[in-house]
């Protein structure tokens, strides 16, 4: 099971990564000065899947450095349900929360 939430973790920092249009190297570099060294290649490792987990240590600083939270990684993948809609929009919307569609 680990290997599985490690991965869907990495995707969701690598989409919002992606989203906001940070370079491996910004990450990398943000997450250094949030106290958690780390280099571009060793972000590339992760990211590709060459290393297969990931620790909260790590988690906490790409949120960080991403400028979001646990529970919004969290429910991107899809772990822990919406608080604010359960998971589960009403028919026809869209949770502003975590952008769940219904």
């Known amino acids: 099971m680990t290997l599985l ?12 990564r992606h989203e906001q249009g940070v370079s491996a190297q910004l990450l990398a570099d943000r997450m250094t000065e949030l106290g958690y060294p ?23 600083a790409a949120a960080e450095a991403l400028n979001t939270d646990l529970l919004t990684v969290l429910v991107r993948c899809q772990l822990v349900a919406c608080p604010a809609c359960k998971g589960s929009p009403p028919g026809g919307f869209t949770c502003n929360s975590c952008g769940a569609a219904s």
């Open 5 to 16: 939430v490690s991965s869907a973790v990495v995707s969701v920092l690598r989409a919002m």
């Open 38 to 60: 780390t280099k571009r290649s060793a972000l590339a490792n992760v990211e590709s899947g060459r290393r297969k987990e990931i620790s909260v240590d790590y988690l906490v």
